[in-house]
Structures are given as structure tokens and as C-alpha cells.
């Protein structure tokens, strides 16, 4: 393969994924899924080898974490405050189902207002759902620090893997 090829190909694969890290400033953004797609690019286009197959292992490991951070976070730290299983159940589908028919901001407007009126509901007071509400945002917060964090991972590694291939 061309110097200038091999190049290129670093390049746009550093590219995505700083794009994917810095994508993860939108809640509902993939960008620990769009690192891992680049770095199943780039070990189809160089090869995985025995070292890459071990790093992209470990990259597909992070990844996995970071996709299912988010729900565990937020679901726990509502749980915290107390919001209900059902709460939280019907605050996810709708996080998901808005996403999807409202795209981008549909589910982060979603989610929280469902929580909130599932909760106020069945307690009767909007200070206790408010405060059930917090704990999921709080949850949003320290999720996205957790999935920026392993983005910043994945991409040590895939830069590891590239710097010694």
C-alpha cells in the first residue's frame, strides 16, 4: 500500500474518532459506537494481526460499557431518589421511541418529563417527582463523563495499536 494511502487512511480513522469523542456532547449521539466502527475499519483495512485483535477486543470491551452506561446511571440514580421501576421503564421507552421520531432532542425532553409525571402521579407531589427528576439528570451528567472517559480510552488504544503496527 502507498506511503500516502497509509497516511490518509490514519488520518480520516483519528479523524472519526475524535469525532465520535466529541460527538458525545449530545446525549443521544453514538460516538463511542462511531469510535468502534472506525477501528473495525482500520484493523479490516490494515489487519488485526495478534496485537490488534487483543487491543480491538479491549476497544469492543469499552465500548460495550460505554453504550449501556447511560441507562445504568440514570436509571440508578432516579432509583436513588426513589422513582419507581415503572418510572423509570416508561421514562426509557419514551427516551427511545422520541429519539427516534423526534430526532435529536425528542428523547432528552422526553424522558425527564415522563419521569416526572409517572412519579408525580403516583406520589401527588411535584417537589418529590422534581427531586426524582434531578437524579436522573444527575445520572445524564455523570454518564456522559463516564462514556467521554472511555472514548478518550478507545481512543489511547486504537493510537497504541496504530503507533505500533
Excluded: C
Excluded at 426513589?82 to 427516551?95: T, V
Excluded at 403516583?122 to 427528576?133: I, L, P, W
Amino acid at each position: 500500500m502507498a506511503t500516502w494511502l497509509i497516511t490518509t487512511i490514519h488520518i480520516l480513522t483519528a479523524l472519526t474518532m475524535l469525532f465520535g469523542l466529541f460527538g458525545l456532547v449530545i446525549p443521544i449521539f453514538p460516538g463511542n459506537v462511531v469510535m468502534w466502527v472506525a477501528a473495525l475499519i482500520y484493523g479490516l483495512v490494515f489487519g488485526f494481526g495478534r496485537l490488534g485483535t487483543i487491543l480491538f477486543s479491549i476497544i469492543t470491551l469499552l465500548m460495550l460499557v460505554a453504550v449501556t452506561v447511560d441507562n445504568i446511571l440514570m436509571g440508578a440514580k432516579a432509583r436513588e431518589k426513589g422513582a419507581s421501576w415503572r418510572s423509570i421503564i416508561l421514562a426509557l421507552l419514551a427516551g427511545v421511541i422520541f429519539t427516534i421520531v423526534f430526532p435529536p432532542i425528542g428523547g432528552i425532553i422526553a424522558a425527564p418529563l415522563v419521569l416526572f409525571l409517572s412519579e408525580f402521579q403516583r406520589r401527588g407531589s411535584s417537589t418529590e417527582a422534581t427531586e426524582v427528576v434531578k437524579g436522573l439528570l444527575i445520572g445524564l451528567g455523570l454518564a456522559f463523563v463516564a462514556r467521554f472517559l472511555l472514548g478518550v480510552m478507545m481512543l489511547s488504544i486504537w493510537g497504541l495499536w496504530a503507533y505500533l503496527s
